[in-house]
Every structure is written in C-alpha cells, then in structure tokens.
T-cell receptor, first 113, second 112 residues
C-alpha cells in the first residue's frame, strides 16, 4: 500500500532535549511538508521541501530543523530552542502534477514533560 | 495575519440535516480551495476541492460553493450522518510554491 508513515505515534521528551520525528512516503512524491497543529489553531506550516537536498522555511520555522537527503524521507527535529513544542505534528506530501493537493500522514503527538 | 477565516468554530446538526461551513479569503492569488476532514488522533484527509473556474462542485453528499467576487467558499454536507462528526478544515493555495493556508477548523457534531 502506498502512503505516508510517521513514527512514533506518541513521543515524550524532557525539556532541553532535541527530538527527531520521522516521515517516510512511498508515493514517489517530490514535495513534502511539516505542519504543527494546536487546538483551535488549524495547521501551521513549519518547513517544506520541493526537491531532494532543498527545503524552505514555513511560517513557524523557529526552533525546528529538517533535512531532505532522500526523496522518500523528510525528518523533522524539534530542538530545545522551540519554546512550546507540545503539539500534534503532521507530515504531508504532494506530486508535481497535482502540487497543491497534499496527502497527510497519521501524525505524531509530541509531549514535553 | 490570518488569510483564511473559517466559521463557525463548532456546529451541531441533527442526523439528516444540512451542515454548512464557511470560509473567506483575502489573497486574490489563491486559485485552489480544498476541504479536509480530520477525525480525532488522525491526519487530515482530502474531502473535496474546487478551482475558481467553476462556482460549485458536488461529490456525493458534499458540495463546495464558490463565490469569487465575494472571496468566499463554503462546504455543504447534505443528509448529515453521525459518521460525519469530525473537524473540517478549509484551505487555499496559489502561486508557484503550492503552500496551503488553512482555516482554523470547524468541529462538526451530528447527533443521532
């Protein structure tokens, strides 16, 4: 089955620790995206990548970092510089022929203890 | 600055009724308007989408109405069912980077 996988589903971290969220897709999509979802806030774009080895900041990139070494993978690192990291994180991807149609993964819920 | 405003925040409808969710946008460069459905603890799923060359698009019980001059679009769910209970997000995109701008969501509850 083709799709987007995110792991882990739940993640707990202590304050001051960096943590990396995984996103993998086997849809052969070129573009990948990371969003943060908070209650009542909708989805806010953190980073996006349209091709391998290239990525751009979204609206709320501070305290986050990404890499895009492979087409299939777009990991997100939440650094200790992110002041309020507890949220639901969503990864998405899209294909060049339908670039504005984004397909989402199941999400990772990060809780800072 | 919120570029896509969605209302209402929450909506309660009886089974069989019509659910209506509205969105308004500001950026005239937007040319793609999708709606996503999200169940608790899951990722959003694309429900239906429209482009400005048509004023209405229907897929089953779901219809998007689009008013380009008013810069508004809405989702209508006919014969609403308890299984439709979810959070619905409108979004918009336009230009070369295909970034989606989302509304803040509407929590729909359909009572049996």
């Amino acid at each position: 089955d083709g799709g987007i996988t995110q792991s882990p589903k739940y993640l707990f971290r202590k304050e001051g620790q960096n943590v990396t969220l995984s996103c993998e897709q086997n849809l052969n999509h070129d573009a990948m995206y990371w969003y943060r979802q908070d209650p009542g806030q909708g989805l806010r774009l953190i980073y996006y990548s349209q091709i391998v080895n290239d990525f751009q900041k979204g609206d709320i990139a501070e305290g986050y970092s990404v890499s895009r070494e492979k087409k299939e993978s777009f990991p997100l690192t939440v650094t200790s510089a992110q002041k309020n990291p507890t949220a639901f994180y969503l990864c998405a991807s899209s294909t060049p022929t339908e670039a504005d149609t984004q397909y989402f993964g199941p999400g990772t819920r990060l809780t800072v203890l | 600055q919120q570029q896509v405003k969605q209302s209402p925040q929450s909506l309660i409808v009886q089974k069989g009724g019509i659910s209506i969710i509205n969105c308004a946008y500001e950026n005239t460069a937007f040319d793609y308007f999708p709606w996503y459905q999200q169940f608790p603890g899951k990722g959003p799923a694309l429900l239906i989408a429209i482009r400005p060359d048509v004023s209405e698009k229907k897929e089953g019980r779901f219809t998007i109405s689009f008013n380009k001059s008013a810069k508004q679009f809405s989702l209508h769910i006919m014969d609403s069912q308890p299984g439709d209970s979810a959070t619905y997000f409108c979004a918009a995109s336009g230009g070369s980077n295909y970034k989606l701008t989302f509304g803040k969501g509407t929590l729909l509850t359909v009572n049996p």
